[in-house]
Structure formats: C-alpha cells, structure tokens
C-alpha cells in the first residue's frame, strides 16, 4: 500500500548530533567528580601547609598540647626518665643520707621518680615553664623551615638533625626537685633533645615541601575552575548540577572529617603499645589536626550553602513560596536582600572555625553568594512581577 502524500515523514536523527548533545550530559557530572577528587586533595594539602608549614600556627598548637592532661604526663615522665639517666640520684641521696641508710638509697630513689613525675606535671602547668615550651618549638620550627628554604649551616649544633631542644626545662626541673642538682656541664650534649627529623629526611622532605606551596593555591582554583567550566556547559541543568555540586563539596567535607577519625587510629595503633602512650598520642593527634578538622567543617558548611542555593532557585514548591513572599522586597528593597546574606555570612565568619589564611576562601565564598544572590532576585522579580506586568513562568528563568 503507498504511503499517503500529507502524513509528514519524521527525519532521522544525525548521529553526529546526537553524539553532540549526549557529551553535554555527562561532562559536566565528570568535572564535578573530578573537581571533587581534587577538592579532597586540595584540602588535606592546605591543612599541611598550614599546620606543619606556618611557625604560629605550629607553636600554638605546641601550647595546646602541654595544656592535655595526658600529654602533659607523658612529658613529665620523659623528663623524669632524662633526669634520673643523666644524674646519678642514689648516689646524691647516699651523699645526704646517715651512713647506716645508705642500703635504702636505691629503694628511697625509686619512690622519689614516681613524686618526681607528679612534681614535674604541676611545673609543666606553670606559665613560665610553658612559655619555655612554646619558645622550644619555636625555633625547632623556624630550624625546620629555614632548612626546607635551602638555608645551610643552621644545623650543625644538633648534627644536622632538626631538634626539640628540652634541656631548659630539665634544668628547671632539677633545681625545683633537687634531684639533679646543678646540672650545668654535667648534661650530655643529646639529653633531654627530642629529634623531630633526621638529617637523612630533610631532602625528602624540601622536595615534598616544594610541591605542597607550589600546588597549595593551584589545586584551589583548578577546582573553581572545573566547577565553572561544568556549569557553563550544562545549559538548561544548571541547577540540578549546582546541587550536585554542593553534594560533592559537602561529601568532601564529610571524608576529610572522617580521614582525621580513623587515620588517627590507624596511626596510633601503629606507632604506639600500652594504653597511656596511646591517649597521650591520641590527644596529641587530636591537636594537630584541628586545622584538618576545620578545614572538613569548612567544606561541609560551603556544600550545604551551595545545595540551599540551589534548593531555593528550583521548582520545589516550598522553594517557590519563598520566591513568592520575598518577590516585593528583591524588587523594590534589594538592600535588605543583600544585607540579609550579608548578615548570615557574617555569622558563618565568626561562628565557623577559621584562622587567618580562611580569609581568601572566604572572600571568594562571599563574591559567589552576591553574585547568586543578584541571579535569584533577577529570576524572582521575573517570576511574580509587580502587578501590570506580566508574569514569567519558573521554567523559562534558567
């Protein structure tokens, strides 16, 4: 039977343009994991930076860890334990002692580290003590660092090892003890030094220090960018990809918090035996990755903004409600809109984690949500349009 002239034949579809469409829908979802991925290593490479690479921030955190109990004890101890190995206590008490108590000096010796360590914990909690350990890691920092910039010679008192220098403080200590006595000539020149990094691993490290600074801001904004790149191409789903956008920073956020929980223990379980040694390392783990846990707080805070952006711009229809009452205000007091999101980022500023190198993140954070906020006011006063005009349908907003 022939075909009827007036029905229209459909034509085919060009495969070539269909391959042209097809790549608009999965390359924009590929650079939001990609930019995921690189999220995640551009955050634990920034808490790096920060906490093993910034002097303040390194001694600040050595403040936090003589103020822990469980650190702080554990200190004690190693003090004591240099003191006793580097002056010979029996010997000091037979010295003091009656000749007929002699034969207890070793027993009377023992009993006096464990009064020892106690003493030793309430010296540590003192201000002037403390202010000795901050100065300590200091300039142990300020040694490592000035080694990682190719600085030479800097090394050569400690044997070309970066050193935590204690024996100021175990000096402290023999003279509030009297346990020691007069230590001064009489301490070898490694007692009460704590090697931080043999020379044998500075080279490893100025390389790996190299390649943190270098890819520090680099890897920020190839993910800014990737992001950028994959909104601009998915045109007509810019929403639903803005939300998976947030999605992903959020999941960031979420595996850096979750890395700082369990590579802890991993860690600890490796490196330590017992259980005293193990909460004085977990308190310590602790303290040197807050910077690590507020980069992960961070992250989840910007991924939950990012999806109630893209919450509030969609079809949803409580998401439309709001547009709908906040449609007089974004049209003819914009300001209030403005101060309104200035005011919540405001509150994220200071009720956030942060330190001073969040500003620049921060900053950028900010521009995005003026700029969303311009977009959603311009969509909104399209949408429910003062009365005379006339309406824009939501669908036809972007």
């Known amino acids: 039977m022939a075909q009827s002239a007036d029905i229209p034949v459909a034509e085919p579809?060009?495969?070539?343009?269909?391959?042209?469409?097809a790549w608009r829908t999965w390359v924009p979802w590929a650079l939001v994991v990609l930019a995921a991925v690189i999220g995640?290593?551009?955050?634990?490479?920034?808490?790096?930076?920060r906490q093993a690479l910034d002097t303040d921030n390194w001694t600040n955190a050595s403040s936090q860890l003589l103020e822990n109990d469980k650190i702080r004890g554990a200190l004690s101890v190693y003090l004591v334990n240099q003191l006793y190995e580097n002056s010979n206590v029996t010997q000091r008490l037979q010295q003091r002692l009656p000749p007929a108590l002699d034969p207890?000096?070793?027993q009377i010796s023992l009993g006096l580290e464990q009064v020892a360590v106690r003493a030793t914990d309430q010296l540590l909690a003192r201000p002037r003590v403390q202010q000795l350990w901050r100065e300590a890691n200091r300039h142990a920092h300020q040694l490592f660092i000035g080694v990682l910039n190719g600085k030479k010679g800097i090394l050569v008192s400690s044997g070309g090892n970066v050193v935590l220098n204690l024996q100021p403080i175990l000096k402290q200590l023999a003279e509030q003890t009297g346990l020691g006595g007069k230590l001064e000539g009489r301490l070898p020149p490694d007692a009460g030094k704590i090697t931080i990094m043999k020379g044998n691993q500075l080279e490893a490290a100025r390389k790996s220090v190299k390649v943190i600074r270098v890819l520090s801001y680099f890897l920020f904004f190839l993910m800014l960018a990737l992001y950028a790149a994959?909104?601009?191409?998915?045109?007509?789903?810019?929403?639903?990809?803005?939300?998976?956008?947030?999605?992903s920073v959020l999941a960031v956020g979420l595996v850096?918090?979750?890395?700082?929980?369990?590579?802890?223990d991993y860690l600890v379980n490796a490196l330590t035996t017992g259980t005293d040694p193990k909460d004085a390392v977990n308190a310590a783990w602790a303290v040197?990755?807050?910077?690590?846990?507020?980069?992960?707080?961070?992250?989840?805070?910007?991924?939950?903004?990012?999806?109630?952006?893209?919450?509030?711009?969609?079809?949803?229809?409580?998401?439309t409600w709001v547009r709908r009452e906040l449609a007089p205000t974004m049209r003819d007091r914009?300001?209030?809109?403005?101060?309104?999101v200035a005011m919540a980022l405001f509150l994220v500023l200071i009720a956030g984690p942060t330190d001073a190198q969040r500003i620049f993140p921060l900053l950028i954070l900010f521009c995005f949500a003026f700029a969303g906020t311009e977009v959603l006011r311009r969509q909104t006063a399209r949408e429910f349009p003062a009365a005379?005009?006339?309406r824009v349908p939501s669908g036809a907003a972007g």
């Open 104 to 106: 207890l000096a070793p």
């Open 388 to 390: 005379g005009h006339e």
């Open 40 to 49: 995640l290593v551009s955050a634990l490479n920034v808490w790096v930076k």
């Open 334 to 340: 914009p300001v209030v809109i403005y101060g309104a």
């Open 230 to 247: 994959a909104m601009w191409i998915a045109r007509g789903r810019r929403r639903t990809l803005l939300m998976g956008a947030g999605v």
């Open 256 to 264: 850096v918090l979750v890395v700082r929980r369990y590579a802890g």
């Open 13 to 21: 579809v060009s495969k070539t343009s269909h391959a042209r469409l």
């Open 288 to 319: 040197g990755t807050q910077l690590m846990r507020n980069v992960g707080i961070n992250a989840v805070i910007y991924g939950l903004g990012i999806m109630f952006a893209a919450w509030i711009a969609g079809p949803a229809r409580a998401a």
